[in-house]
């Protein structure tokens, strides 16, 4: 995570610098992804950034374990001091009434965010976001995936005035979006995702499959019944799709640089929850649920990087750079972070950059 924070620095210079045109970035998360995963039967297309660019290959995840740690790292470029978000449930001093007056809540949640927010000055981490920089500086901004580290990434667009929370200048989807608790959207995203055939309402983790179906990606199972046997496919397609065919061609329409932070829970979701192993040690968290997981989010990459290239080959816009930073967040499974930079004229060469715990 520390080599992410220097490349997110590098991206306040870049913002800084004051050129109209800008460049886009869009930073992919592929939460929970291993080394060892990357491969070219069940991650190729991040295993062609790897192979086509720059590996780094010991690098690490500022705090092994916790997902918002890094995010809050990711999302700003400081260390855990500066931001003080040490673990994904932490201590706030102060009643959560939302929780039933717990202290220590747990933070992958928009109305939690929304409310330590506003307890603590507006921006519980008490540093910038490289979003909120970019939508100071001009440029459209959009975060899209996982519950959680997805708000993170603006955290202080959560915060309630009086007592609601008003639409954001980024565009957050997440697992909340059009439902009790979650982030408001501008009517004119709403209406873009309605002209793209996608709802407002983000689906669950379910997969369309009953609670304790083997078929719903949320069901962890327990010592006598095996957990989920398939990747969280539905709800992320949902997310690439609201990327791909709606809130990419929006920005695109706008004639605008933007920065846009993709955050794939997959395989990391999966993995926690897989039912492969019930009782045993093998095959473990190498088994087909969580190879499946790992190609999901490969697929989600695939998606994007597609769309960029097929703009591309219309001169609307060119791949610049690719860059993807993978830094431990799980001591079993780090945290993939891949950063590809588009520009509207002028293409080079792919880069890649990984890091591991």
């Not at 706030?92 to 506003?118: A, H, K, S, W």
């Not at 588009?342 to 715990?357: D, F, H, V």
Request: hydrophobic share 35%; charged share 15%.
């Amino acid at each position: 995570m520390k080599l992410a924070s220097v490349t997110v620095s590098g991206l306040f210079l870049l913002l800084s610098s004051g050129i109209t045109s800008g460049r886009n970035a869009i930073i992919f998360v592929a939460d929970g992804l291993r080394q060892g995963s990357v491969n070219e039967e069940d991650a190729p297309a991040m295993n062609l950034v790897r192979k086509q660019g720059v590996f780094f290959a010991n690098s690490h995840a500022l705090f092994p374990t916790f997902t918002t740690p890094n995010a809050s790292a990711l999302a700003t470029g400081h260390f855990l001091g500066d931001t003080g978000d040490f673990s994904n449930t932490v201590y706030t001093g102060y009643p959560l009434p939302m929780l039933g007056g717990t202290q220590t809540p747990f933070i992958e949640n928009d109305r939690v965010l929304g409310n330590i927010d506003e307890h603590f000055g507006g921006n519980f981490l008490h540093e910038e976001t490289l979003l909120s920089f970019a939508a100071a500086h001009g440029y459209n901004t959009a975060a899209i995936g996982k519950l959680g580290p997805t708000l993170i990434q603006d955290a202080a667009e959560a915060k309630p005035v009086n007592g609601f929370v008003p639409v954001p200048k980024t565009v957050i989807i997440d697992d909340s979006t059009g439902k009790a608790g979650g982030v408001p959207l501008d009517p004119r995203v709403v209406q873009t995702l309605a002209d793209a055939h996608l709802p407002p309402l983000a689906p669950d983790r379910s997969n369309g499959a009953a609670p304790t179906s083997e078929q719903n990606n949320g069901f962890p199972g327990n010592n006598s019944s095996p957990g989920t046997l398939v990747a969280n496919t539905v709800q992320q397609q949902y997310f690439a799709d609201v990327l791909t065919k709606a809130v990419l061609p929006m920005f695109k329409k706008d004639g605008k640089p933007f920065v846009v932070v993709f955050w794939s829970r997959d395989p990391d979701g999966t993995q926690h929850n897989h039912g492969d192993s019930l009782n045993q040690l093998s095959p473990g968290i190498n088994g087909p649920t969580s190879k499946a997981a790992v190609h999901n989010a490969d697929n989600n990459l695939k998606q994007i990087r597609s769309y960029l290239a097929s703009c591309a080959a219309n001169h609307h816009l060119l791949m610049r750079n690719f860059r993807c930073p993978e830094s431990a967040d799980y001591a079993d499974s780090p945290i993939s972070k891949n950063l590809p930079f588009c520009s509207r004229y002028r293409p080079r060469r792919l880069t890649s950059i990984r890091a591991e715990s």
